[in-house]
T-cell receptor
Framework: GESVGLHLPTLSVQEGDNSIINCAYS??????FIWYKQESGKGPQFIID?????DKRQGQRVTVLLNKTVKHLSLQIAATQPGDSAVYFC??????????FGKGTRLHILP | EAGVAQSPRYKIIEKRQSVAFWCNPI?????LYWYQQILGQGPKLLIQ????????DSQLPKDRFSAERLKGVDSTLKIQPAKLEDSAVYLC????????????FGQGTRLTVV
């Protein structure tokens, strides 16, 4: 079975607020984690990644946090915009280059 | 840089018919993946190639699904015969093949089996 899962299937956030999407993983041997955004009718699009030897990485308006102790990953989106509406997936990658996806969280932006 | 190209975008077939999907990865990408994404779920890995060799096909239903990447570039995924439960989006992705590199996805082929 899949070793990556998400806590919430749907998240509703007010426009302008910060969004936090969480993910739990079970394979402690995973070396690399990726967050993808998928809009309707499109393939997953890379947002940000983090290696297992890091605990935080920042991008433009996005931050990924990795807690290896509890095998938890989160994606923070600052000042959420209507264009952020999508399904977000966390994925893990091991030394075999295999990328395994979780079930996804739908982010809904409230006006 | 051109992205991952997939065709067709949409396909409707009757059950027990055959169908094939084509993927052209990003130039220079050694690793190619095929995923199946059922509506409301995350992508499920079907098969992974490294150049023209299969790295992992443990989730591929081999009685009906086959895939090849003969020259280490383009790839085709075939279903024969199709079942109703094969209705899904089939995504192709490619990556450089190094640990700390992400995969880039095509737009997918939406298959409907009726």
């Amino acid at each position: 079975g899949e070793s990556v899962g998400l806590h919430l299937p749907t998240l509703s956030v007010q426009e302008g607020d910060n969004s936090i999407i969480n993910c739990a993983y079970s394979n402690s041997a995973s070396d690399y984690f990726i967050w993808y955004k998928q809009e309707s009718g499109k393939g997953p699009q890379f947002i940000i990644d983090i290696r297992s030897n890091m605990d935080k990485r920042q991008g433009q308006r996005v931050t990924v946090l990795l807690n290896k102790t509890v095998k938890h990953l989160s994606l923070q989106i600052a000042a959420t915009q209507p264009g952020d509406s999508a399904v977000y997936f966390c994925a893990e990658k091991g030394r075999d280059d295999k990328i395994i996806f979780g079930k996804g969280t739908r982010l809904h932006i409230l006006p | 840089e051109a992205g991952v190209a997939q065709s067709p975008r949409y396909k409707i077939i009757e059950k027990r018919q055959s169908v094939a999907f084509w993927c052209n990865p990003i130039s220079g990408h050694a690793t190619l993946y095929w995923y199946q994404q059922i509506l409301g779920q995350g992508p499920k890995l079907l098969i992974q190639f490294q150049n023209n060799g299969v790295v992992d096909d443990s989730q591929l239903p081999k009685d009906r699904f086959s895939a090849e990447r003969l020259k280490g570039v383009d790839s085709t995924l075939k279903i024969q015969p199709a079942k109703l439960e094969d209705s899904a989006v089939y995504l192709c992705a490619s990556s450089l093949g190094r640990l700390d590199t992400e995969a880039f996805f095509g737009q997918g082929t939406r298959l409907t089996v009726v």
